[in-house]
């Protein structure tokens, strides 16, 4: 088997990837300590060419060079915007007819694989701090929450892995 070259791998430039149409996902990280999670999160915005990255509370902003390290560059092609909290940015998004949900494990939370999306439904999903979640004065706020199934010991996730896991199935779904 042989190893594509970069320029065979079809990677846009950062002009054709502002240019490109993008999945209508918005991610909020509420509150997010860890700056390598926030550059995780921005590098699969990147790969899935998800709209926008909203970071709120004390979430780390770009520029920075350990959110760089993980983010490979995706700070300049992934559009994103700060708020001082989470709520200011679900209130605008909902104006902006977003669907919003927490990716959060709360009584009557929907597994990720039941979650029923309309083909064109714009989405907002919360991701929440890693210790605490997605702030408890947030959720009522939301259309619902969305869990990942989990069968082992441990029913928690490092959150870029589980943005990872919720942006691949829902992006899925899409194209």
């Known amino acids: 088997m042989r190893k594509l070259r970069l320029e065979e791998l079809g990677r846009k430039s950062v002009d054709e990837f502002k240019q490109s149409e993008k999945i209508p996902i918005v991610v909020v990280l509420d509150n997010i300590r860890s700056m390598h999670n ?10 899935f060419l998800i709209e926008a990255i909203y970071l709120c509370g004390y979430t ?3 520029p920075h060079r350990d959110i760089h390290k993980t983010a490979l560059g995706a700070t300049e092609t992934v559009h994103w915007r700060y708020y001082a909290t989470t709520s200011e ?3 605008e998004l ?3 007819d977003y669907e919003v949900f927490a990716v959060e494990q709360v009584t009557d939370s929907i597994p990720l694989n039941q979650l029923y999306q309309e083909p064109n439904e714009k989405i907002a ?6 210790v605490n979640g997605v702030d408890a004065a947030v959720l009522p706020m939301c259309k619902g929450s969305i869990e990942i199934p989990q069968f082992g ?7 870029s892995i589980a943005a ?4 691949w199935e829902l992006v899925r779904k899409k194209i």
């Open 38 to 47: 926030v550059g995780s999160v921005f590098r699969t915005a990147d790969a």
């Open 60 to 62: 780390p902003q770009p």
């Open 89 to 91: 940015a679900v209130e």
């Open 94 to 96: 909902r104006n902006q």
């Open 125 to 130: 999903l919360i991701f929440g701090n890693e």
């Open 153 to 159: 010991m441990k029913h928690s996730l490092n959150v």
């Open 164 to 167: 990872g896991i919720v942006l």
